[in-house]
C-alpha cells in the first residue's frame, strides 16, 4: 500500500522522474550522434558523391525534426493527465499519442485529471514502460530469425512478392478499425456520466462526430499531399505528410471543441 502522505502531483512531478527524463533523453542524442558520425565517416570511405550525402542529411533532419512536432503536442496533451515527465520518457524512444492515450485508458478505463490517485498513476506507468517492452525485446533477439523464415520467404519469392500485400492490408485493417470506431459514435457509444467534473459510474448514451470529422480531414489532408508529391513532383513534402495530417486533424478536433461541438 502506497503512504497516503504521497499526493499524485509529488508523484508524476517527482524531480527523480525528470532526472530519468533527462538520462534518457541525453542517451537518445548520443546514440543518434554516434551512429550519425560513424555513417558520415563511412560514406567518405564509400567516396560517395558530396551532394548526395548532404541530401542524406537535410533528409535526415526533416525526417526527425517534423514527427518531433506532433510527439511534442503529444507530450503536451498527455502532461495534463499524466504530468510532464513520463509523457516525455514515453515519447522520446517509441510510441505515438494515440497508443499511448489507449494503453492508459486500457490500464484505468474512466479515471481522469481530476480522479487520478498514485495507484493509478502506477499502474499506468507499468502499463507504459515495463508492460509494453516486449515488442522491442522481440525485435531485439527474434526478428533476424523471423526475417529469414518469413520476411524474406514473403517478399523475394520468384517476383511474385505477397509481402507488400501482406503488409499493406494490415495498415488497412488497422485504419479500418480507427474509422468504424469513429464512424459508430454517430450512432452512439456508451461512456461514464460526469458529475462535478468526476467521472461516475452512471453509464450514460452519447453521440459524437467529431471523430469522424477529424478522421476525414486527416484522410483529405494526407490525399492532398500524396496528390503534391506523386503529381506535382514536390518531394520535399514526402516526410511531412504524416505529421502534418496529424497537426491539421488535430487542430480541427480543438477548433470543434472551443466551438462547443464534442
Do not use: C
Not at 209 to 231: C, E, H, N, R
Not at 257 to 262: A, C, K, L, N, R
Request: no cysteine; glycine share 8%; aromatic share 14%.
Amino acid at each position: 500500500m502506497i503512504p497516503l502522505l504521497i499526493s499524485i502531483t509529488d508523484v508524476k512531478e517527482a524531480p527523480w522522474l525528470y532526472i530519468i527524463g533527462a538520462f534518457v533523453t541525453i542517451f537518445i542524442i548520443s546514440g543518434s550522434l554516434f551512429f550519425a558520425y560513424h555513417a558520415y565517416q563511412r560514406s567518405k570511405e564509400l567516396n560517395m558523391d558530396s551532394s548526395l550525402i548532404k541530401k542524406t542529411i537535410v533528409s535526415s533532419i526533416s525526417f526527425s525534426v517534423l514527427p518531433s512536432i506532433g510527439i511534442f503536442i503529444g507530450v503536451i496533451t498527455m502532461s495534463g493527465f499524466l504530468g510532464i515527465p513520463l509523457p516525455w520518457i514515453r515519447l522520446s524512444v517509441l510510441g505515438a499519442l494515440h497508443y499511448e492515450l489507449m494503453a492508459a485508458d486500457l490500464a484505468v478505463e474512466g479515471v481522469n485529471a481530476l480522479n487520478l490517485t498514485v495507484e493509478n498513476f502506477v499502474t499506468i506507468a507499468f502499463t507504459m514502460t515495463i508492460a509494453i517492452i516486449w515488442g522491442s525485446l522481440f525485435t531485439l533477439f527474434l526478428f533476424k530469425k523471423y526475417q529469414a523464415k518469413v520476411v524474406d520467404k514473403a517478399t523475394t519469392k520468384e517476383g511474385r512478392s505477397f509481402g507488400p500485400l501482406l503488409f499493406q492490408g494490415v495498415f488497412i485493417g488497422l485504419i479500418s478499425a480507427y474509422f468504424g470506431d469513429a464512424f459508430s459514435r454517430i450512432f452512439g457509444y456508451n461512456a461514464r456520466a460526469i458529475v462535478d467534473g468526476v467521472y461516475s459510474d452512471e453509464i450514460v448514451t452519447k453521440t459524437t462526430v467529431v471523430p469522424l470529422i477529424v478522421f476525414v480531414v486527416s484522410f483529405a489532408t494526407m490525399a492532398g499531399l500524396d496528390y503534391l508529391v506523386t503529381t506535382k513532383k514536390m518531394k520535399w513534402l514526402e516526410n511531412f505528410q504524416l505529421s502534418f495530417s496529424m497537426l491539421i486533424g488535430m487542430s480541427v478536433a480543438v477548433l470543434l471543441g472551443m466551438g462547443g461541438i464534442y
